[in-house]
């Protein structure tokens, strides 16, 4: 949750200006009793998020199943034996996988971008937190992966800093040539639906709806094998090439 409230500190400062001042017009300025009305409400539904993305924040990264990646090997047939992990600069589950899969030879790809990945809160996270182990800068467009090489590809909280669809399908369409036969790829995101919304307010516009997920994986040659939640928040989808 700290974590969070570091990368969005603008944002929730804002929020906390924002309810401060309408308090004040509020208070001493002679306003209309509609326009009061609204400012209070305004108010009200900044403060109230806040509180709540923060939160839910804790429920999910802090108290939920989510960082304990427990669950994770539940999600193959067979241990793989080679797994990749892409990011965008925050290394989710390198350590984690390194212990749930012991005997596997795993690659951790950084295909941070700025041009494409434009959202503030990314590349301020990336200065507060540089990544304390080294891993492989990647172009998305072309990963370093041999074709067929990987049992898994982790995409965890990283393929939604491409903002743009069409840069989210190449990405897609490079972890599908990358996947063995029988490979699967785990997609673990936020998203743009109704429980983040509550949860979020208008932050949950940065998350994506499960339908442009399908649509990407579709795109790729990639369907839907098993799907899951943690927390109403994050969905957790299993994705494997068309046979």
């Excluded at 749930?100 to 795993?106: E, K, S």
């Excluded at 743009?164 to 997609?187: D, N, S």
């Excluded at 429980?195 to 795109?219: D, I, Q, T, V």
């Amino acid at each position: 949750m700290l974590q969070i409230l570091r990368y969005n500190l603008p944002m929730y400062l804002a929020a906390g200006a924002g309810c401060l001042a309408a308090a004040l017009a509020v208070a001493w300025l002679p306003l209309p009793r509609p326009l009061a009305w609204l400012i209070v409400a305004a108010g009200a539904a900044a403060a109230f998020w806040s509180a709540a993305s923060l939160a839910a924040s804790y429920w999910i990264y802090d108290r939920s199943a989510l960082g304990r990646w427990d669950w994770l090997p539940g999600l193959f047939e067979a241990p793989p034996r080679r797994w990749a992990q892409i990011h965008a600069g925050l290394d989710e589950t390198r350590g984690a996988l390194a212990r749930l899969f012991p005997r596997a030879a795993g690659e951790v790809l950084d295909v941070y971008d700025a041009a494409e990945m434009t959202e503030p809160s990314i590349a301020r996270a990336r200065r507060l937190d540089p990544e304390p182990l080294p891993a492989r800068a990647a172009d998305f467009r072309a990963l370093p992966l041999g074709d067929g090489s990987c049992d898994a590809v982790f995409l965890v909280f990283a393929a939604h800093e491409l903002r743009r669809p069409a840069a989210r399908l190449q990405l897609f369409r490079e972890v599908a040539r990358a996947l063995a036969p029988r490979g699967r790829t785990i997609l673990v995101e936020h998203l743009r639906d109704g429980a983040s919304f509550l949860a979020f307010g208008p932050g949950f516009l940065h998350f994506l709806p499960r339908r442009e997920w399908l649509r990407a994986a579709e795109g790729a040659g990639l369907a839907v094998a098993a799907e899951r939640r943690i927390t109403p928040f994050v969905a957790v989808l299993t994705l494997e090439k068309r046979r």
